[in-house]
């Protein structure tokens, strides 16, 4: 009832345009900031630093292979590889340059990200679908090598990990051990709104546009005089930029010190399946799929035992570990058959439904 | 108005000469020594039987393929091997036979999208949707709502193309042509699977976009009724090769064009 287009006129272009034209949308994503934010105050630690930190860590990497795979089409399995430059970069600068804010040298470790994602970008102008899967295979491959092998990397450090200094933001520690989940969430939360914010202008306008075309009709847009490999390089570049600064907050402001392990195709795949479920082409969708393979096991862990245990069912910690994966399995599937475009298609149709209900039409 | 029988058809300068071009792709010619030229302003029809060649002359004139020989001449400089878009960046729009559109996209966005060259606001901009990048997207919104308003297409104009039925959509691929404001526009088989009012329709926009914009049009048809009526010189292909080139009078009564529809006994 709440829900309705009625009343709300656009009179310029301006407005028509506007990424949320609904006045409920706008005042619905606002309300989700603030909860967000209050979140901080209101959550325990293990709700911060086990759940929350990773789900926008996760989402903010999804966004990156989503602006890649979901809106140009190009499908990559090194995004695991390139949040590891990001991290890997970051960590070089703020062991190099102290003196500067470590959230500066975040941002900037994306552009390391971005230049060797478009790097790698460079076959997809000859090759596309699944043969451009392996050619990005390479680049997984080839840069976890890099963690392993160039010691230099990780300053020379003997145990060949990535630890994380303290650093300060305002005096209060971000980085390192003495860092609280609650300041090292709310800098997540931060700098993931942002990004989001800017990938959502990016997708809206031209440049989106042009990403599309190349990915509904390459030869077509290229006869509108769209430069495919410009194109196609700038989306690598920009969601190797995501996946970068995704990488860096993974390592500082999450798991606080990493091996090159955590960078491997394991990495790539589960990005791949927040997105694929989430929905290609959808920034939402991208929160929605961090969600429901990220967080959903979580959540089953917790309430599975309180389910079973009036049953007098009492279960072993490993049995219930298999029982989620399978019951998230069987979740992934339903999902993708009720709606192959992904949960970001669902919450879409949901939406159109509520502006009309109750009525069918 | 369309003379379309005077005997002085030349509508303007040559603004593209085909000499001489011959196209193989190992030993199968597609074509074979055409020559003809476009002249500014006119509409040019292309017919043959299947397999004639026409396409892939298209396929020439806007960069997709090289000549194997000969050469092109767009407004009175020689093309060099080049890459479709540039050719649409100098000015050669396309529609195609079977519908390219972006499928995902609004009819808006799809139109838009064809703008995509006139637009050049900085990445910087476009990351903040703000200043130059929003002055952009309303200036150019701006024309796109006039071809909207042109092809008739209002009420569909944020409904995703996919949904479409198969005339619309041929009508907002020629929306999106018209979008790059080109000087060449080529449009492979505009009618086809069309009903006879839908016909009638695009026929009135090919008409209209033509003397309004002056837009010079180059189209490929089998309705030879369409093709008759609208066009102001008519090129024949059989098998790769040049048979006929005039007005439509003209070719409606040549015999080899007569034989190559229909056949010769014998």
Same mark, same amino acid.
């Given at each position: +009832? ?40 209101? *959550?325990? /630690? ?5 759940? +929350? ?8 990497? /999804? ?8 809106? &140009? ?10 949040? *590891? ?9 703020? &062991? ?44 997984? =491959? ?17 145990? *060949? ?55 509904? +009709? ?54 791949? =399946? ?88 | ?5 005077? #005997? ?6 040559? $603004? ?44 020439? @004139?806007?960069?997709?393929?090289? #000549?194997?020989?000969?050469? @092109? ?108 404001? #080109?000087?060449?526009? $080529? ?21 209209? %976009? ?53 056949? %010769?006994?014998?």
């Amino acid at each position: +009832m709440l829900y309705r287009e009625a009343g709300q006129f656009k009179t310029s272009y301006v407005a028509d345009s506007a990424i949320f034209p609904l006045r409920q949308d706008r005042i619905g994503i606002g309300l989700i900031i603030l909860a967000a934010y209050a979140l901080a105050f209101i *959550g325990n /630690s293990f709700l911060l630093q086990a759940v +929350m930190i990773p789900f926008l860590v996760f989402s903010l990497a /999804s966004i990156g292979l989503n602006i890649l795979t979901g809106y &140009t089409g190009l499908l990559s399995l090194g995004t695991g590889a390139f949040m *590891g430059v990001g991290a890997y970069a970051c960590y070089k600068l703020m &062991t190099a340059f102290p003196e500067v804010n470590v959230i500066v040298w975040i941002f900037v470790s994306g552009f390391f990200s971005a230049a060797i994602g478009a790097l790698f970008g460079l076959p997809s102008l000859r090759i596309k679908g699944f043969y451009l899967a392996v050619a990005t295979l390479a680049a997984q =491959f080839f840069l976890q090598w890099c963690f392993i092998r160039i010691p230099w990397l990780v300053n020379y450090n003997v145990s *060949g990990a990535l630890d994380a200094p303290l650093r300060t933001l305002f005096g209060i520690p971000i980085v390192g051990a003495t860092a609280t989940p609650q300041t090292r969430y709310l800098v997540v939360l931060t700098i993931v709104i942002l990004l989001t914010w800017l990938a959502s202008n990016l997708v809206h306008g031209r440049i989106g546009r042009m990403w599309i075309a190349i990915r509904d +009709m390459d030869l077509a847009a290229e006869l509108m005089g769209i430069r495919p490999l410009q194109t196609k390089l700038l989306a690598f570049a920009v969601s190797s930029y995501y996946c970068g600064v995704a990488g860096a907050l993974l390592v500082f402001l999450w798991y606080g010190g990493a091996e090159y392990d955590v960078f491997n195709i394991n990495q790539s795949f589960f990005i791949l =399946f927040m997105v694929i479920i989430g929905g290609l082409g959808s920034l939402i969708g991208s929160f929605f799929g961090a969600a429901l393979i990220f967080i959903l096991p979580i959540v089953l862990g917790i309430v599975l035992p309180a389910i079973l245990s009036p049953f007098g069912i009492s279960v072993g910690a490993d049995v219930i570990e298999h029982l989620r994966f399978m019951i998230v399995g069987a979740l992934i599937i339903f999902f993708l058959i009720v709606e192959p475009h992904g949960l970001a298609r669902l919450w879409q149709i949901g939406k159109q439904k509520l502006l009309v209900w109750p009525f069918p039409y | 108005m369309r003379a379309p029988d005077n #005997p002085v058809f030349a509508k303007g300068d040559v $603004l593209l000469a085909v000499e001489n071009v011959s196209l193989s792709f190992g030993g199968v010619k597609a074509l074979t020594d055409v020559s003809f030229d476009i002249r500014k302003s006119e509409i040019r029809a292309i017919i043959g039987p299947n397999g004639a060649g026409k396409t892939s002359m298209l396929n020439c @004139i806007n960069g997709f393929y090289y #000549p194997t020989e000969g050469r @092109i001449t767009f407004k009175g400089v020689k093309r060099p091997k080049m890459r479709p878009y540039e050719a649409a960046r100098g000015g050669i729009a396309r529609t195609f036979q079977n519908v390219a559109l972006f499928k995902s996209m609004s009819t808006l966005d799809n139109i838009m999208a064809g703008r995509s060259i006139k637009m050049n606001s900085n990445f910087f901009w476009q990351l903040f949707r703000h200043g130059p990048a929003m002055r952009e997207e309303v200036e150019h919104r701006r024309v796109v709502e006039e071809i909207i308003d042109f092809l008739e297409i209002q009420h569909i104009r944020k409904t995703p193309v996919g949904r479409l039925p198969y005339g619309l959509q041929k009508r907002v691929e020629l929306g999106r042509a018209l979008a790059m404001e #080109p000087e060449l526009l $080529l449009l492979d088989e505009p009618m086809a699977g069309m009903n006879l009012e839908e016909k009638e329709d695009m026929s009135r926009f090919i008409l209209e %976009v033509n003397q309004q914009y002056g837009t010079t049009i180059a189209l490929i048809e089998h309705d030879m009724g369409v093709v008759m009526d609208l066009s102001d010189r008519v090129v024949v292909l059989e098998y790769g090769r040049k048979i006929a080139d005039g007005t439509p009078a003209e070719v409606k009564g040549d015999q080899r064009v007569i034989d190559a529809y229909l056949g %010769v006994a014998h």
